[in-house]
């Protein structure tokens, strides 16, 4: 078994999307980010990066590369997952807590936990999804932005998936996921 624990944080930025969990939602801004700024995405990909010692997702994403420019952050995802099947990694299970002051994500969670599930290749029953706030206090409690904290544990399989060696299958995603 291994344990990794991803974090990441955005401001918000008007004339964005948001985009949270693959999902976009209704609210007048989006993340400033090199990608589709889905912080939610980004903080999984953190943690299944460290749980697996393959460093983090500006390592393998930098915001340097033209080519990650508005980037679907599902897409990025599932290259990890991928990178971990060649290694012989599955997610046994995540837990992750999206910390905002707003929007309301009630009304989004079960979509946005389908689409993590579904990216990762587990049941919904391995994937929890919460919301919480800061009652007013720092950058999410003033409205500032949204932050996120991931935890996920991998299981050793010992049969790597797929051709070619660890880290190369598959190549890089397309920029624009999918």
């Not at 299944?48 to 393959?54: D, H, P, T, V």
């Not at 309301?104 to 919480?132: C, F, I, Q, W, Y």
Request: charged content about 25%; aromatic content about 4%.
């Amino acid at each position: 078994m291994r344990i990794g624990h991803g974090y990441d944080a955005h401001a918000f930025e008007a004339g964005r999307d948001l985009v949270l969990g693959g999902v976009r939602i209704p609210f007048p801004r989006g993340l400033a980010a090199h990608s589709d700024g889905d912080v939610v995405v980004h903080a999984l990909c953190d943690a299944l990066l460290g749980a697996a010692g393959l460093g983090d997702l500006g390592r393998h994403f930098p915001d340097s590369d033209p080519r990650y420019r508005g980037a679907d952050s599902r897409g990025l995802l599932r290259h990890i997952v991928s990178l971990l099947d060649a290694r012989g990694l599955r997610v046994h299970n995540a837990d992750l807590t999206v910390v905002a002051q707003e929007p309301k994500l009630a009304p989004h969670r079960e979509a946005m936990a389908a689409n993590l599930a579904a990216d990762l290749g587990v049941s919904a029953g391995r994937l929890n999804l919460k919301a919480t706030t800061t009652e007013g206090m720092g950058f999410t409690g003033r409205r500032e932005g949204i932050a996120v904290h991931a935890v996920v544990l991998l299981e050793e399989t010992g049969e790597p998936g797929g051709p070619g060696e660890p880290g190369e299958r598959g190549g890089a995603p397309s920029p624009r996921g999918a």
